[in-house]
C-alpha cells in the first residue's frame, strides 16, 4: 500500500544556534595586518619608553611602607585625615576615601626607611587618635612592607609573569607548531606591556593585585590564539590548494562570532567590575580591561601574522634567506 503524504517522514530541520556575526564573512584581516601590526609596535615601544622614564606607581606591596584601612565613626573627608596626619609630621601619607558614606578610608605611607614600617603604623595610629580622640574610629586592616621585602616581591612577580607567558608559548608550540608558539609568545609579551603602559599613563596603584590581573590576562589572551590556531590547523587540512594568508582569513572569520561573544562578555563584567567595585580595585579591573581588549586584538592581528610571515619566510629558498 502506498504511504499517504502525511505518512512520508519529514527531514527534521538542524538545530539553530544564536551567532552574532555570520560564520561566512569575509572581512580581509590579513590585508591590514601590516597596518595593525605597526600600530601595535609603536604601542610596545611607547610603553617602554614611558616605563623607563615616568615608571610604575608602585603600590605598598613593592615600594614598602604601611597601608591603613581606617573606618570612622562619624563622615568625615579626606581632606581632615591628611591634615592629621600632616600636624604629626607624617610626610608622604596618601589618603584614599573608599567607603561610600565617607567613613572608610585608605592611608598609604610609601617608602619607609628598612625595620621602620610599624614604626610609620604606629605613627599614623597616634595621630588618628590625638586628633579624632578614642573610639571615633577603627582600623580595619594594617599592611606593613619593607623595602627589602618589596623588592623580592617585585622580583617574584616578575618572574611568575615572565614564566607564565613562556610556558603558555611552549605549551602552543607543542599543541600546534613552533610557528604558533612564536606568535602567541609575542601576542602574550605584547598584552603584558600595552597593560603595562596603560598602568603607567593613569599611574594607578601597581601592588600585587595587578599583578595577578597581568597573569589573567595571559591566560584569557592565549585562550583567543588557542580557538584561532585550532581552527586554522583544521583548514590547513581541509583546504589544501588555498595558500595560508587565505585560510588565516577564513579562520578568523569563522570565529569571529565566538570571540566577539566571549570576550564581550567578559569585558562587560570587567567594566561593571572597574565602575562599581570600589577603589580599592580600580587598578586591578582597570589592568584586567585593558588586557582584555589587547588579548583580543593580538589573537588577531600579532599571532596570526607572526605565523603567516614564519610560513613565507621559511618556505623562502636558504639563499634568499641569507641575502
Not at 502506498?2 to 551567532?19: D, G, L
Not at 618589596?150 to 612577580?157: I, K, P, V, Y
Not at 603595562?196 to 595571559?218: H, K, N, R, S
Not at 590556531?229 to 579562520?251: C, G, P, Q, V
Amino acid at each position: 500500500m502506498a504511504r499517504t503524504t502525511s505518512e512520508t517522514a519529514v527531514p527534521k530541520e538542524a538545530p539553530r544556534f544564536f551567532t552574532l556575526i555570520p560564520t561566512d564573512t569575509k572581512i580581509d584581516f590579513v590585508r591590514l595586518a601590516p597596518l595593525m601590526t605597526g600600530i601595535s609596535l609603536a604601542a610596545c615601544l611607547v610603553s617602554l619608553v614611558l616605563l623607563g622614564t615616568r615608571g610604575l606607581n608602585y603600590g605598598t606591596d613593592f615600594a614598602g611602607g604601611a597601608m591603613l584601612q581606617v573606618r570612622f565613626v562619624a563622615p568625615t573627608t579626606a581632606t581632615n585625615v591628611r591634615t592629621a596626619l600632616d600636624q604629626h609630621k607624617i610626610e608622604g601619607a596618601v589618603v584614599q576615601d573608599v567607603g561610600a558614606d565617607h567613613e572608610e578610608f585608605e592611608i598609604r605611607v610609601a617608602q619607609v626607611a628598612e625595620g621602620q614600617a610599624e614604626t610609620a603604623s604606629n605613627g599614623v595610629r597616634n595621630a588618628l587618635q590625638e586628633t579624632f580622640g578614642e573610639g571615633s574610629y577603627e582600623i580595619l586592616r594594617v599592611d606593613t612592607v619593607g623595602p627589602k621585602v618589596g623588592r623580592d616581591l617585585w622580583r617574584d612577580a616578575t618572574l611568575a609573569v615572565v614564566a607564565a607567558t613562556i610556558l603558555m608559548a611552549v605549551y602552543i608550540a607543542i599543541r600546534f607548531d613552533l610557528r604558533f608558539g612564536l606568535g602567541a609568545a609575542v601576542a602574550l609579551a605584547h598584552d603584558v606591556i600595552v597593560t603595562i603602559g596603560a598602568l603607567v599613563v593613569t599611574q594607578m596603584d601597581f601592588d600585587l593585585t595587578t599583578v595577578a590581573a597581568l597573569l589573567t590576562v595571559v591566560g584569557f589572551s592565549v585562550n583567543d590564539t588557542v580557538v584561532i590556531s585550532d581552527r586554522i590547523r583544521e583548514n590547513l587540512r581541509k583546504r589544501r590548494r588555498d595558500d595560508l594568508a587565505t585560510i588565516i582569513n577564513a579562520s578568523v572569520n569563522e570565529t569571529l562570532s565566538r570571540t566577539v561573544i566571549t570576550s564581550g562578555t567578559a569585558i562587560m563584567v570587567v567594566i561593571a567590575l572597574f565602575l562599581l567595585g570600589g577603589d580599592v580595585i580600580h587598578s586591578f579591573a582597570f589592568a584586567l580591561l585593558v588586557g582584555f581588549i589587547a588579548g583580543v586584538y593580538s589573537s588577531v592581528y600579532v599571532a596570526s601574522p607572526i605565523v603567516l610571515w614564519l610560513e613565507r619566510w621559511w618556505r623562502r629558498p636558504a639563499a634568499a634567506r641569507r641575502k
